[in-house]
Structure formats: C-alpha cells, structure tokens
C-alpha cells in the first residue's frame, strides 16, 4: 500500500516572492556573519597600536593612583546631612585628588603614542579626562558655596563620560588609568 500523493499546483506569484525575498535574507544573514568573523578588522575601536605607550601611562597612572588613595577621606562615609566644615573638608579631598589626575595626565601625555591613527584615539580619550576634571572642579565649587548636590558627570553618548574613559582604559590594559571610582581617594577594582 502506497502513501497518498498530493499533488500541487504551480506556486503563485505570492509563494515565489516570499520564497525569493526569504533566500536573501537568509543569504544576506550568512554574508554578514561570514564577513564578522572572516574579514572584518579585529581591532576594538579604542584599541592603540602603540603597546610600549600603554605600559609607559600605565606605570604612570600607578605611581598617581598610590597618591590618591593615599589621601585622608571622611571616616564616616556618607552623610546625609554634613556641616559646612564637612563640606568644605571634602572639597579639599577632592581637589587634592583631581589636582592629581591633572599631573597624571600631563605626564602620561608629555609623550604621545607613535602612529597618527593611535594619537588621535589617546587625545579623544584625554578630551574625555578633561571633560570629568571639568566636572570634578564644577562639584567642587559647588560645595565650597554649600550647596549640597549630588556629584554629575557629562553625558557622552548616552552614559556618564567614565564610561567612555573605562572602554579605553579596558581595551588598552591600562586599569590604573581608570577615573578613580570615588571623588577622593578610593580607586575601582
């Protein structure tokens, strides 16, 4: 006993463009992974060529980390309701701090790396140290007036400008580079 055949029709013009329009994409879907992972340039965007600059900062943002976290913060931690003593001593903390990142950098960046491509990534990531000194001296200020406010940073494509400056300093293995993860003294990791 044989199975029932069935037979069918010519495909209409709907099936053969559904057909048609599902084959590229699935070919323009197979391109494109061919091409990520075949031919595409494997290099982070963030990533310099120039390794010996990367050790060189590195070193750098070592021997200034050591100082930051050197310096005295409050004990107490956070506190909600601080004195205008209180105010005053934490902008000092942050200050001293940032004048530290300010030297860092200008040591770091007394050398530039050696291609143009890699120059031009490093001075975008300093603009983007600049940015948050900026912001650091802006918070500053405003505890020196007693204004008790929240510490900002610019937005950059959508996140805090740290974020921007993790993405370089990560894909560069520079993680004392990092901006500290607290105002003062504290590192992250």
Same mark, same amino acid.
């Given at each position: 006993?044989?199975?029932?055949?069935?037979?069918?029709?010519? +495909?209409? =013009?709907?099936? &053969?463009?559904?057909?048609?329009?599902?084959? &590229? %994409? %699935?070919?323009?879907?197979?391109?494109?992974? %061919?091409?990520?992972?075949?031919?595409?340039?494997?290099?982070? &965007?963030?990533?310099?060529?120039?390794?010996?600059?990367? /050790?060189?900062?590195?070193?750098?943002?070592?021997?200034?980390?050591?100082?930051?976290?050197?310096?005295?913060?409050?004990?107490?931690?956070?506190?909600?309701?601080?004195?205008?003593?209180?105010?005053?001593? =934490?902008?000092?903390? %942050?200050?001293?701090?940032?004048?530290? +990142?300010?030297? /860092?950098?200008? /040591?770091?960046?007394?050398?530039?790396?050696?291609?143009?491509?890699?120059?031009?990534?490093?001075?975008?990531?300093? @603009?983007?140290?600049?940015? +948050?000194?900026?912001?650091?001296?802006?918070?500053?200020? =405003? +505890?020196?007036?007693?204004?008790?406010?929240?510490?900002? /940073?610019?937005? &950059?494509?959508?996140?805090?400008?740290?974020?921007?400056?993790?993405?370089?300093?990560?894909?560069?293995?520079?993680? =004392?580079?990092?901006?500290?993860?607290?105002?003062?003294?504290?590192?992250? @990791?």
């Amino acid at each position: 006993m044989s199975a029932p055949t069935t037979s069918r029709g010519p +495909l209409t =013009r709907a099936q &053969v463009a559904v057909r048609v329009g599902l084959t &590229v %994409v %699935v070919l323009a879907i197979v391109a494109m992974w %061919v091409y990520a992972f075949g031919f595409a340039e494997k290099q982070g &965007v963030y990533v310099l060529d120039d390794e010996a600059w990367t /050790e060189r900062a590195e070193e750098i943002c070592d021997r200034y980390e050591q100082q930051r976290i050197a310096l005295a913060d409050t004990d107490e931690g956070y506190i909600e309701n601080p004195t205008e003593e209180q105010m005053l001593q =934490r902008a000092d903390i %942050v200050d001293r701090a940032t004048d530290l +990142l300010e030297a /860092e950098l200008a /040591e770091v960046f007394a050398v530039l790396p050696a291609s143009a491509r890699d120059q031009e990534i490093a001075l975008e990531y300093r @603009g983007y140290y600049e940015t +948050l000194i900026g912001d650091r001296r802006a918070y500053t200020a =405003r +505890l020196r007036a007693f204004e008790l406010a929240p510490y900002y /940073e610019t937005v &950059v494509d959508g996140g805090p400008v740290t974020n921007m400056l993790l993405d370089f300093t990560t894909a560069n293995r520079m993680k =004392r580079c990092a901006p500290p993860g607290e105002l003062g003294g504290d590192s992250i @990791g």
